[in-house]
């Protein structure tokens, strides 16, 4: 370390050439604001010089360029990006983003410690920065079934791990309002660390009760209003563009030069579509700049806020002593990346090349009984019918009652009206549980889609609007250890197989991304109208996203917290 | 912890009463910068509720009053409130200043470790919240004797101490450029930790040669230029306003809502008789306000700026789940403390008497041999002899050179030119050297005045217009356990001791306060037009701060970094 120190000390003072300068471009310095002419020089992983001329051991040329500090993801779950740790840092790297802080909760629910412990792994090999929260909550309630549970005793093995970065998301936010001593257990065994939140429509006293526990970041603000209580509150906003969830354009309010110190940039879940079409970070920088953001305010969320929010200390900014996190842009405004610098390691394949590989864990973890189109009835209800409305482009949902035809005693889909049949069927190995209900909203009118994604626990979650079709496609995801399927008239229409856990390809990105092309194709000849069908399938389960919802019990009032009652 | 939890989840959801509530008040709030009106509940030590309304197991009435977080002095040597940690406690913590970063490195060059390990135990024992910072450069140079040196292995016993936090100002910044390997050792070895600058006039590539090495934050910024050139390469400014060093009025342009996030106020050194007459950081900021600061801007740096500078993710905004650190203002602008709550407790005399008291270390310290006129002769030189010239209100001094009157050869006081003579007498039982000097600027015309308060080696330090009476004022030293005392015509004037390591009083802050203003006027009488003489005195040795000095080595040249040739 001395050594290095020395050498650091000497290229900084312009005593020796640096290892690495980037010549004659202008640095935007997000401390004062302004854009400064300026070599920039490297030294090892650590930034030596600024403001001036350095003659470097390499050199790049950057004049006309923009230099910015690396970008930070402050949540997200890599799973969604449907592809190893490994091929999400070659998508997403070359992108801007130096920094992942990831929840692998995904694999987590599947595989428990030991989908942990191969991200960690992952983490030490990947060329990006990947951080860790240790998932806070799996499951995330007591009303699914998922692969694994995960108690304060086995997330403390990891807890000094140098990857690692407290607790993740606290989703079980009702199991901290009251007091559920396992989640008050994890607390308190992290109370020193960062413990990450997650309070969706979470307001007023219940939000204070929340904050009080020390909980002190939150990604599930979806308006400027719920996030302005949450600035207030002492509570930093984790501004979220998701495939499914995208808050960008509710949270621009918020996105000021005032509150910037205080606010961060996250993905939480975004498929390889849109981050190969729309971009990642860099998509939110320039969506964010174009509606009328202050660069300033946009990129300071993007690096050095969200560096400070979980105590990254060595990055966030382009200045000597700072890691090496550059990014180059060929404009500021539209956030053009043209190339990284990540801990002093110049972004290219070669790059990646070098990069030692773990082998993958979850493999074969698609258990579920095989499904017949009669056990996918619907219970009968007194009254109305309990219908799950989807809002695009939103994980939060309507908690509709419907008047829906009724056979045999027993509600059925009404295509007129636009509701289609869901169902979650277990697929650990453990209760076969296969809960049944209704969706509003995907404009499906003949066929049926599966996935083994589906939030937190990771059952098969399928739509559809023949019984017959649903089981067909969830039993195809048995055959090809998980995945997505688009299935009409008992023929499988287009499919990607997700052998890791059920939830990430072992393909390259861009062989994902032609899969899902061809996926978005077939939904679409269903009928679909919905952008992304796929994640809004795979958030059906998701029990603590109000306001109704689906797991392998049946249908869940995220509001009342609880199953919703059948006529017995 | 998971009670407390448990009460906290329930007090700030309203479900129970708070252990504390201030009722009325309106919260000034740090993040969005708008007043809300807003009860104040607190559990404990913590902060469970704000933005509503909450009843109290006990209940202050704050109406009219507007509620701010505590504040951070992110940099101070408590030694120079001459009074011990628990004095200072008591004086300084109910103008507002909840937490004091301090380095004791003071006492550590009296006493070494056992100084720290001192300061430690006051710090686990005092209402605020004291930490520390333990001395990175102690000597501060190797051409001055101190009482103690401390390598690495002295510093490594404390690093994991709960109230230490890194590494404090690296002063020897000449050392870091030249990559002097003990200092390289000590920054290597707490390169994870907070590593406090100390970087007067330091620019250009030196400063990033400097900033290279990891030394993050800087207190020496004299100048807005110098200022923002440091917050341009990514180093905290540390705004600081002491006794002798007042940059407040200086830094003015650079305390701006955009740049709110990346400063921090300190006072360093902040005598008795200012904090009585002026106050703390309570001062700075009615000042800056005054000068027109924006308020948000000041108080952030007050706060949440310097908490996070400095990694203490539990404080710096007064919202749920914080730390209970809360300054109750009868008005924002003039920053006029009423009440303070520290860690939930309210601060009054009761709380204070409730401390525990660890005894001091260092009594006895004074160990120089007694001195005698003759032996305060200056050295000859050739040419114009070197005089200190003092620029009041600076610790920075100008290097003069000017022609003096020579008697016997040796050059002498000239009372015309405002030339007196000064010393500095090794007193840790070790040399017995003195070096001896000229110092323009007090405005003395006869009689002395010594101290050993001298930075940083605290050798005796003592300003004269005759040797006769410096060896008075010198000697009198040893008999009172050091301090400060003022001479004239072979008879004391006016004295304090400071029986702590020499450094600090064992009497309350008021009685001390009362002593320096017999001081103050006793000097006064032999003509000083300095407001802090004793702190001028005390500023001469200082050989880490441009550009002329004196050590008990002779007149030092800290822009050269070496003692300056006398004649042969």
Redesign the interface.
């Known amino acids: ?2 050594e290095e ?2 050498r ?8 020796e050439p640096a290892d690495l300068v980037l010549k004659g471009g202008r640095l935007f ?1 997000l ?4 854009i ?1 002419e300026s070599d920039i ?1 490297i ?1 090892g992983d ?7 001329t350095y003659s470097g051991t390499r050199e790049i040329d950057v004049s006309g360029k923009t230099v910015v500090p690396g970008f930070i993801d402050t949540h997200l779950h890599i799973e969604s990006s449907l592809v190893t740790p490994y091929e999400f840092d070659r998508c997403v790297l070359p992108r801007g983003v130096t920094t992942a802080i990831c929840d692998p909760h995904e694999i987590a629910n599947v595989t428990g410690a030991a989908g942990i412990r191969y991200f960690l792994d992952c983490a030490e090999n990947t060329l990006m920065d990947v951080r860790v929260q240790l998932s806070s909550c799996v499951p995330a309630t007591s009303f699914e079934t998922s692969g694994a549970v995960l108690e304060i005793d086995d997330l403390l093995p990891f807890k000094e791990h140098p990857k690692v970065i407290g607790l993740a998301e606290f989703m079980n936010y009702p199991g ?2 009251a ?1 559920d ?1 396992a989640c ?2 994890k ?2 065994a992290f ?2 660390d ?1 413990i990450d939140g997650h309070a969706p429509q979470v307001r ?13 970041t939150d990604h599930e603000a979806t308006t400027a209003d719920e996030a ?2 949450k ?5 930093h906003i984790l501004v979220r563009e998701g495939s499914v969830s995208k808050d960008l354009e509710a949270l621009m309010p918020i996105i000021t ?3 910037s ?2 606010i961060a940039l996250c993905t939480d879940d975004r498929n390889p579509l849109d981050i190969g079409e729309w971009g990642h970070l860099d998509h939110m920088i320039r969506t964010a700049i174009a509606a009328g953001a202050d660069p ?1 305010a946009i990129y300071r969320a993007a690096s050095i806020s969200g560096a ?1 929010i979980f ?1 990254l ?2 990055r966030g ?6 890691r090496a996190d550059v990014v180059v842009l060929d404009e500021l405004e539209s956030c053009s990346v043209n190339t990284v610098i990540c801990g002093g390691v110049l972004v290219a394949e070669t790059a990646f090349a070098g990069r030692k590989i773990v082998p993958p864990v979850g493999r074969d973890s698609v258990k579920a009984p095989v499904v017949h189109a009669d056990q996918l009835m619907s219970p009968a209800y007194n009254g109305d019918i309990p219908v799950i409305g989807i809002i695009p482009g939103k994980i939060i949902t309507d908690h509709l009652r419907m008047d829906l035809p009724v056979k045999a005693g027993l509600p059925q889909v009404d295509l007129d009206q636009d509701v289609i049949k869901t169902a979650v069927i277990e697929r650990h190995g453990k209760t076969g549980n296969i809960g049944v209900g209704f969706v509003k909203g995907f404009g499906i009118k003949h066929g049926a889609i599966a996935s083994t994604v589906g939030h937190d626990s990771h059952n098969i979650c399928v739509v559809g609007a023949t019984e017959e079709d649903m089981a067909v496609a969830a039993n195809r995801l048995r055959d090809i250890e998980g995945g997505f399927v688009v299935v009409d008239g008992g023929e499988v229409l287009a499919e990607i197989s997700l052998p890791v856990a059920g939830l990430m390809s072992l393909e390259p990105y861009e062989a994902v991304h032609e899969r899902l092309l061809k996926l978005r194709e077939a939904a679409e000849s269903l009928g679909t109208v919905l952008e992304e069908p796929f994640l809004q399938v795979a958030f059906l389960p998701l029990p603590v996203i109000p306001h109704l919802k689906i797991t392998d019990h049946g249908m869940f009032d995220v509001d009342l917290f609880e199953l919703v009652r059948s006529a017995d």
Chains 1, 2 share one sequence.
């Open positions: 370390m001395s120190l020395r650091r000390i000497d290229q900084g003072a312009g005593n310095d401390i004062t604001g302004v400064i020089a030294c650590t930034i030596v010089g600024t403001c001036g901290v309002l007091k001593p008050l257990a607390i308190a109370s020193t960062p007023g006293y219940d939000l204070n009760g929340y904050l009080a526990a020390g909980i002190r302005l209580e600035l207030k509150k002492g509570m030069e005032r509150n110190p205080f300033l400070r105590g200390r060595d900014l382009v200045a000597p002593g700072w």
